[in-house]
């Protein structure tokens, strides 16, 4: 009898401690991942655009660039109840929406005084960033055809160009590459500016070659979304760089 009792305590004692073992590992599993994805899928990211890209001028040293971006703002027809979250790669500024990509943009621009250009594709992208993935999809898979809006503005005159977009399917959005394919850069230095949400570059630095002829440089920038409201610094420092890089100058 006090055998049987001593046999079920012992495996009370296991069950117990492979539930608080359970219990511990979802614990930190929740802290490590199920915090994040709340805060980038359900919180509402409200941003001051001329607060966060208020900075210094910088020197670029005789560089002549120009900035180019590509961003879900001026691309999608958003439904008047969009949620501006970080997974959607949307901001809320006093009731209009904002791009990462646009607002990383403007801090460059507001440092180095360079003209911005938006990437504007002619067919809207759905409100839905899950539907926005799938029609991404199937550009990537050649079953949608791009088309960009609108002309670009003589780039003869730049020696340097500034490209900010997001990551999608781990390289460029396709109007992105379409961009590259249907503007000649030869001579001309390239940076990329890449936002994303956990996948740093992802392949899109090794892959830009493939759409033009610009030198591209290894002197590039990755801006994980929850953070771009606040890269402000890590911009300027990287914009420092490029400044007293020799690639570029005319």
């Known amino acids: 009898m006090f055998s049987k009792l001593r046999n079920e305590i012992s495996a009370h004692k296991v069950r117990y401690s492979v539930i608080s073992a359970v219990l511990v590992l979802a614990v930190v599993l929740f802290a490590l991942f199920g915090v994040s994805y709340i805060r980038r899928h359900f919180r509402t990211v409200n941003i001051d655009r001329e607060q966060a890209t208020r ?49 990383l943009s403007k801090m460059i621009a507001n ?79 390239l940076y990329s500016l890449v936002t994303h949400g956990g996948s740093g570059f992802g392949n899109a630095i090794k892959d830009t070659p493939k759409w033009t002829s610009a030198k591209v440089s290894p002197l590039t920038l990755s801006v994980y979304d929850d953070e771009v409201k606040t890269a402000l610094p890590k911009v300027i420092e990287w914009v420092k760089k490029i400044a007293s890089s020799p690639d570029g100058a005319m």
């Open 55 to 103: 900075t210094e001028q910088i020197d670029m040293k005789g560089k002549k660039g120009i900035i180019v971006y590509f961003t879900r703002v001026g691309n999608t027809d958003f439904a008047k109840d969009v949620d501006a979250v970080s997974s959607a790669s949307l901001m809320n500024d006093g009731g209009k929406l904002a791009g990462n990509s646009e607002l």
């Open 111 to 189: 440092a180095t005084g360079y003209p911005l250009y938006a990437i504007k594709t002619k067919n809207k992208y759905p409100s839905s960033y899950v539907d926005t993935v799938i029609e991404a999809t199937k550009e990537f898979q050649g079953e949608k055809p791009v088309e960009l809006e609108g002309t670009a503005p003589d780039l003869s005159g730049y020696d340097t160009v500034i490209l900010v977009y997001p990551l999608w399917h781990w390289t460029l959005p396709v109007p992105v590459q379409k961009f590259l394919t249907e503007n000649k850069l030869e001579g001309k230095t």
